[in-house]
């Protein structure tokens, strides 16, 4: 059984490495981070995305692109998280800058179990 | 039936309230912002209240306290928002200031029908 300094550090690490791979890892990679069952809604209100076909494709529609992410600030409790990040995605001559806040639900092996992302239009700057 | 925009307008009103009641209003002021049988988990992770009662007992804890709070950043999608605040308590000689992000689910008469606060003992800070 897992301690919750341990569970939290675990949580936490996890986190950093979703960034990172948000920034520069492919579609495969971030797919890894989650179980199996997993959902994704982002933005929260949108389309359910459910297991590891539906998030690879969510994900293939950044992963060819220029971009750079930045966890800003982040909260672990329980066997969750919440956390505010900017990505920064360049296509060509057209540059924006989007900041959601995100949930994650995470199961007992560490996998995301469940992501939710807060944002709207008003949350993205063109720059 | 209420507008995307119009429904959005309405959360991010609710959120200010809420952040004005949590640094001046007393418990029932801030119950007044919640559905009858809503649900509060703060920290997530903990004891999940749930109903008027229990929330009233809830917020009791810190509305007899000198404190301010101030809203850091909001997301708002969907029925709900997250939200990033900061509350510092002071306590005689003693003032700490936490900063948790906050996740609300709003009903469809615009009552708070589940909350969650994100943090630990990390975003806790003594002044």
Redesign the interface.
Known sequence: MTSAPDK?QAITETVHRYIELVGSGDADDLVGLYAADATLED????EVHIGHQAIRNFYSAITGLDRKSELV?L??????????FALTITNGDHRMRIE??D?MVFDGDGKIAGM?????A??ITQL
Not at 43 to 46: E, L, R
Not at 116 to 120: F, P, T
Request: no cysteine; proline share 8%; hydrophobic share 40%.
């Open positions: 939290a933005p929260v209100g949108g600030t909260r672990v409790a329980g066997n969750e998280a919440a956390f505010h959601p806040i949930v939710k992302a807060y944002w709207s008003e949350n």
